[in-house]
Nanobody, 126 residues
């Protein structure tokens, strides 16, 4: 089992920045992908960003939705088993609960992930 704990959410004005963290614990050696999804009230859970890696080759790849490309950056600290989402130039429509997810075969599909965090609220005021 893998446990994911998100932190870093909060209230910020439009144009501001926030950094979300997702700390993984448990059997993390099997997690080859970590991602962020978000869900606004009354909407589906949408893909935001993902990072995958191959430890043997020290390679990682990142993926972003068009909505956040150029504004958000996903990264991972392997030593800490923690993924980060740096969010810049935030806009009111970025307001949502942000969820961390891990271990997937299709990074874009939420149903593909085996583990989820509880979510952290991000509110961007205009």
């Amino acid at each position: 089992q893998v446990q994911l704990v998100e932190s870093g959410g909060g209230l910020v004005q439009a144009g501001g920045s926030l950094t979300l963290s997702c700390a993984a614990s448990g059997r993390t050696f099997g997690t080859n992908a970590m991602a962020w999804f978000r869900q606004a009230p009354g909407k589906e859970r949408d893909f935001v960003a993902a990072i995958t890696w191959r430890l043997a080759w020290s390679q990682s790849s990142t993926f972003y939705s068009d909505d956040v490309k150029g504004r958000f950056t996903i990264s991972r600290d392997n030593a800490k088993n923690t993924a980060y989402l740096q969010m810049n130039s935030l806009k009111p429509w970025d307001t949502a609960v942000y969820y961390c997810a891990a271990d997937a075969t299709n990074v874009y599909n939420p149903d593909s992930y085996n583990y989820w965090g509880q979510g952290t609220q991000v509110t961007v005021s205009s």
